[in-house]
């Protein structure tokens, strides 16, 4: 099994989604019996950012090349040519794209020829000439040449029937000034028809008869699709729709019939990454109507959308990736978007990101947990692993050793032999949120909820939406890209919040004042006032002052609610470590851990034993700390020290010393099995 699959398995293995929907095993190309006969579905992968909805659409790319006509593009990508006229739109210039790339000749089969949809494109192409910029006309026409090559490869990617068709427009419409799509439409149509596709021309012309008002009559039909995309609005929607049913019926003709040179297997491929955006919708809905009212066809559309719950999908069939490996099945019901499978693409396993650590570190020379350390980070984001697996394998030799998550961030990366390398943290943060300027979410990064972003958002972005609140712009950015919402952190997912804050903490190479981190942590501190509430302390942590933690604790210890003073405890710990990039030997928090350093000074006029429960909570908090910190890494004996702390605190509560004991022995056992520590510790039923 090809390791780069990293879990997509699912799709591309012989017997997988891909071979069952196509009739072909990848790469080889074997016959496989269809799933769903002649009605499969559309499949939407769906992930966010970094879930690796793009390498997928690429593997099939390249599993299927040369196996079957096939065409890949993005919707978010189609860019309009200089100097274009109306008859462009996102949606021509798409499946223009899409019939150059489906015509070439594949295994056992001539090309696919697409003179349907080359007509239709000349006469929307038409509907803005004039005899008085005939420069716009031979513009438009030279670029769909490509369309028309599949048609004829020789006269069609000759310039001379350019120039015919302009003439008989000069002839013909001499005295005409103004546009007049249907007119214009129809004599370019037919000088097209005799110039490229010879004696070739009667079927395609005659389809465009079924199309509104066209009694059977092809040019007609032509006609009257050129005056309904000149409309716009609604019009032009059903222009638009017909057209690519044009490329659907194209695609469906070179499968039916005597084919001269061999039998086409299988069927063609759509792949269309980013498909929540509207030319996905533009592109896929005129195919599931179609379908809806029993049209049958032989397109296989493999789509990708950053956006899980997108109104298009709101019927979809909803599988997890892993559970379409034998079988998907995709009852359709009335609604148009019953014909999708949706396909939720699944994090990486530990096993999984393992094996792209292995991948590019074959001899293992880094820590042997830091991979592990590493899915816990990125929750298993494909992107995050396999960047951060890259860099550990191309970190210097002295500090390979000594890696963490954190660590990682802070090195460079070669993406490309032919340019240098890249910061490893600002590179995936801008593949995780690309397109906007970064500060602005670096600061909220800091926030717990909407309140105290709101509140950075006025005091410390003033000037960065002069129209709105920040906060809110963030938020609702975050929404529109899917990115998940928790109860804790503004931004909730673990990674995207470790890049942000690494961002403000390292950006601006303020260090060692680090101004910019202090600036936002300090107008947190002093949002949550003067009294020791776990949101002033979680600060003080981010600061690097930990002794009002400690005070509070001890302060707070006798009290008959352990749970609670546990929850505190775990929540005052979650702060950002405060750390310096490439600090040499191990994480301070460690000795302070162990007892190995004081980590301060005592309060003044403590008694012995207040003062040995001080300590013993000092050396708690650090542990608990470090220990749960995504950036770090596990470490065994900092759990054992854990453990014993908690054995003797237990001994010390007058009333709730179980669960004191109980988190003596479930929280270093979550620690090892990468869990967040569980509350009321050993909690079965998933972590509170």
Not at 35 to 62: C, I, S, W, Y
Not at 69 to 90: F, K, M, Q, S, Y
Not at 162 to 172: D, M, Q, R, S
Request: proline fraction near 8%; include cysteine; glycine fraction near 10%.
């Amino acid at each position: 099994m090809d390791r780069e699959l990293y879990g997509r398995e699912a799709v591309l293995r012989k017997g997988g989604l891909a071979a069952r929907l196509t009739g072909l095993t990848p790469h080889d190309f074997d016959p496989v019996p269809y799933e769903h006969g002649d009605d499969p579905p559309v499949t939407v992968f769906t992930g966010g950012r970094g879930m690796g909805k793009t390498a997928l659409l690429k593997q099939l790319r390249n599993a299927y090349r040369g196996g079957t006509p096939l065409a890949l593009i993005d919707c978010g990508g189609i860019e309009p040519p200089a100097d274009h006229g109306p008859g462009w739109t996102p949606l021509t210039g798409a499946l223009a794209e899409l019939s150059v790339q489906l015509s070439p000749k594949v295994h056992a089969a001539r090309p696919v020829e697409f003179p349907r949809l080359a007509l239709g494109l000349v006469a929307v192409a038409a509907i803005s000439w004039s005899q008085e910029d005939d420069e716009q006309a031979r513009r438009d026409l030279q670029r769909l040449g490509p369309v028309l090559a599949t048609v004829h490869a020789t006269k069609g990617a000759a310039a001379n029937w350019v120039t015919k068709v302009l003439a008989k427009l000069a002839a013909n419409f001499a005295e005409a000034t103004a546009p007049m799509a249907g007119l214009l439409a129809e004599a370019t149509v037919e000088t097209v028809l005799e110039e490229v596709f010879g004696r070739f021309q009667g079927r395609p012309e005659a389809w465009y008869g079924t199309y509104r008002n066209a009694g059977g009559r092809g040019k007609a039909g032509l006609q009257q699709l050129a005056n309904d995309f000149e409309q716009g609005g609604r019009r032009r929607r059903e222009a638009e729709d017909f057209l690519v049913g044009a490329l659907i019926e194209d695609l469906g003709r070179a499968y039916t019939g005597l084919i001269r040179r061999g039998t086409r297997r299988g069927r063609p491929v759509l792949l269309l990454d980013n498909a929540h955006l509207p030319l996905g919708r533009q592109l896929i809905e005129p195919v599931l109507r179609a379908r809806a009212d029993g049209r049958r066809d032989h397109v296989v559309v493999f789509a990708a959308s950053r956006v899980r719950g997108h109104d298009g999908l709101r019927h979809a069939t909803r599988l997890r990736l892993p559970e379409t490996a034998h079988r998907a099945p995709c009852p359709r019901g009335s609604d148009i978007t019953s014909g999708i499978l949706a396909v939720g693409l699944t994090p990486l396993s530990p096993a999984q990101t393992q094996s792209a650590f292995d991948r590019f570190d074959p001899a293992g020379r880094t820590p042997a947990e830091l991979a592990r350390g590493v899915h816990r980070l990125t929750g298993g984001r494909p992107l995050g692993v396999a960047l951060l697996a890259r860099a550990a394998a191309e970190a210097p030799a002295r500090l390979r050793s000594s890696l963490t998550p954190g660590a990682l961030l802070d090195l460079t990366v070669e993406l490309r032999e032919d340019r240098p390398p890249v910061p490893v943290a600002a590179t995936l943060l801008g593949e995780l949120l690309p397109g906007v300027r970064h500060g602005p979410f670096a600061v909220l990064a800091a926030a717990h909820d909407e309140e105290s972003a709101r509140l950075l958002a006025r005091t410390r972005l003033r000037g960065d939406s002069p129209d709105g609140d920040m906060a809110l712009r963030v938020r609702d950015l975050l929404r529109d890209e899917d990115w998940p919402e928790g109860p804790e952190h503004f931004v909730a997912d673990s990674l995207l919040r470790a890049l942000l804050l690494h961002r403000l903490r390292f950006h601006d190479a303020d260090d060692p004042d680090h101004a910019a981190w202090r600036a936002v942590h300090e107008t947190l501190h002093r949002h949550y006032g003067p009294r020791s509430t776990p949101y002033r302390l979680h600060q003080e942590l981010a600061l690097g002052r930990t002794e009002d933690a400690v005070t509070e604790l001890r302060l707070t210890f006798p009290e008959p609610d352990v749970p609670g003073w546990l929850g505190r405890l775990r929540f005052v710990a979650s702060a950002p470590h405060p750390r310096e990039p490439h600090r040499a030997g191990p994480d301070p928090r460690r000795a302070v851990a162990l007892g190995q350093e004081p980590g301060g000074p005592l309060p003044a006029g403590l008694d012995d034993e207040t003062v040995e429960l001080h300590l013993c909570l000092r050396r708690l908090l650090h542990a608990v700390w470090l220990l749960t910190d995504p950036l770090a890494l596990p470490d065994g004996e900092v759990a054992d020290k854990m453990a014993h702390e908690l054995r003797g605190l237990s001994g010390r509560h007058l009333t709730g010393n179980s669960p004191l004991w109980d988190a003596a022995t479930h929280w270093p056992r979550d620690i090892r099995a990468w869990r967040e520590l569980s509350l009321p510790p050993g909690r079965e039923d998933g972590v509170r």
